[in-house]
């Protein structure tokens, strides 16, 4: 099987943790961030990530990605049921991590945006949509003292609710990403219930977090 992803970006994140939760081997390929080609060659359009499964067939979509190898391979590892109040501080806290994450993965070393025409390509599609990049960075205090704020009440969350050493929810599968994608910004205070299970699943996944490039 082959993978192709961007490695900042948290769908394709969703899509190899599943592989490193299973232990499922699967060559992961790194596209640049201009190449509009090879994924509108596979699906009909410029999306990642994208899956070729063993058959040659290939998949978009990151969340049927994740199901389709936890439903192929093996047992389950997928059994415990979605968490409704994270999946609602998800949808607010998105509306943050966004903003301080996109600028600050442009400026970091990602094999996607090798050469330096991907990297302008990313900034000139993020940029319509969010708005100047320095722009964002000026507002960095503003929105980590915010996010801060919300990790904290993601923290009482993580205390109400039970855990089963190998067995995940989906509510997991989109939550490491964002917190992947919130470990590039520095100054963040990880509560530490938050912290050690962003650590272990960073682990279990085999996708590193990216606490040593924090910007």
């Not at 490193?20 to 060559?27: H, M, S, T």
């Not at 940029?127 to 801060?148: C, D, H, K, W, Y």
Request: net charge negative.
């Amino acid at each position: 099987m082959k993978l192709y992803v961007y490695d900042h970006c948290p769908f394709c994140v969703r899509s190899r943790m599943i592989f490193g939760l299973k232990d499922v081997a699967c060559e992961i390929i790194t596209l640049p961030n201009n190449d509009e080609e090879t994924p509108t060659r596979l699906i009909g359009k410029k999306i990642l990530p994208v899956l070729v499964t063993e058959s040659n067939e290939a998949m978009g979509q990151s969340l049927d990605i994740v199901k389709y190898i936890d439903e192929t391979y093996g047992s389950s590892v997928l059994e415990m049921p979605d968490n409704p109040a994270i999946e609602t501080w998800m949808e607010e806290a998105t509306k943050l991590i966004y903003p301080l994450a996109i600028p600050r993965w442009a400026n970091s070393d990602f094999e996607e945006f090798q050469p330096d025409a991907a990297r302008q390509y990313f900034v000139n599609k993020k940029e319509a949509v969010f708005g100047p990049f320095p722009r964002l960075l000026e507002q960095t205090g503003i929105m980590v003292n915010e996010i801060n704020a919300q990790l904290e009440v993601l923290e009482l969350l993580f205390a109400h609710q039970e855990r089963e050493s190998g067995h995940f929810s989906l509510t997991d599968i989109r939550l490491f990403p964002l917190l992947r994608s919130l470990s590039i910004v520095k100054g963040i205070h990880w509560p530490p219930q938050i912290d050690a299970w962003r650590r272990e699943m960073a682990l279990g996944s085999r996708v590193n977090l990216n606490d040593d490039i924090a910007m």
